[in-house]
Antibody, heavy 115, light 107 residues
């Protein structure tokens, strides 16, 4: 079955960067776009970006342009997100998800930004 | 950017009642609208894709309708396990966006 397994929780200081991974299995990695979505504590879902696993092309939400990067490694069927210049407002659970209709989701990775 | 406006923000409902949640898009998105259920401390779960297409494994009491700018999620005969927050999401144009969510509480 389709699985998206994310890396573990992170604690970072303001101004630092964080990199989170999402390993896909149970389907052909290059057959579907993959996304990152985040959710701040007690808040709603926020779409961050999309990556084409075939050629690595990306598109990001304007809010994150300039400090957000998505990459992929086809040899390990893994995508990554890196968010830089972290601030307290970036404290959230970060999810990866598959397909334009977000059919499958990772388990979420809590990123805490605190001094 | 397409803005999705959900209503209501919160609904308190007794079991077996019908729940109706609406999602309005700021411009036409055809049928590129999807619905999710999220329970506390869980990842969101896809309920309906492309406005009205059912998803395998999702109970038949969940249904969706609409096109263009106005969409509806209906939960027939609500069960206790349906207590959750529900979100709409559009994949018509980038950047993709979500509605603000509707929290459904069981009385």
């Amino acid at each position: 079955q389709v699985q998206l397994v994310q890396s573990g929780a992170e604690v970072k200081k303001p101004g630092a960067s964080v990199k989170v991974s999402c390993k896909a299995s149970g389907y052909s990695f290059t057959s579907n776009y993959l996304h990152w979505v985040r959710q701040a504590p007690g808040q709603g879902l926020e779409w961050m970006g999309i990556i084409n696993p075939i050629d690595g092309t990306t598109s990001y939400a304007p809010k994150f342009q300039g400090r957000f990067t998505m990459t992929r490694d086809t040899s390990t069927s893994t995508i990554y997100m890196e968010l830089s210049s972290l601030r307290s407002e970036d404290t959230a659970v970060y999810y990866c998800a598959r397909d334009s209709w977000l059919s499958s989701w990772g388990q979420g990775t809590l990123v805490t930004v605190s001094s | 950017e397409i803005v999705l406006t959900q209503s209501p923000d919160f609904q308190s409902v007794t079991p077996k009642e019908t729940v109706t949640i609406t999602c309005r898009a700021s411009q036409s998105i055809a049928n590129s609208l999807h619905w999710y259920q999220q329970k506390p401390d869980q990842s969101p779960k896809l309920l309906i894709k492309y406005a009205s297409q059912s998803i395998s494994g999702v109970p038949s009491r969940f249904s969706g309708s609409g096109s263009g700018t106005d969409f509806t999620l209906i939960i027939n005969s609500l069960e206790a396990e349906d207590a959750a927050t529900y979100y709409c999401h559009q994949s018509s144009s980038l950047p993709y966006t979500f509605g603000g969510g509707t929290k459904v509480e069981i009385k």
